[in-house]
């Protein structure tokens, strides 16, 4: 499947080929190219729950894998990505450092900072009798 992106320029919405960033055509709006896109089985980045296509911190898009995986444009699975729950981002893994400074493996999602997936997971705090 070929695997696309959209920009705009210049006032017009382009439809380009993820790898040779060819215009494959231009439109007057996103979701004339959207429609194109899927009427010719070609498959654009993920998209987050606002609608907007995911990129990596580098700008790089993001499509969705042949799994519950995330793959770059030109099949280069990425490790350790998670769907953000909350905005539907792709949170990194990340290690971060809790209020304690404890070091923790998270899953960090750069859109809206949500942390998921930690390990150690959070210690239960113990019941006071
Ligand atoms: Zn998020």
Redesign the pocket.
Known sequence: MKRVYIREKEGKIELVDALSHDVISTFDSVSEAVGYAVKNHYQLPVQAFNGEFVTDKEGNYIYPGEKHDFEYADGTLLEDARL?P??G?V?FWEEICDEDKNPRECYV?P??G?VIECTPPPEETPAVD
């Open positions: 953000c909350k905005c981002w949170a999602c859109k809206c949500y």
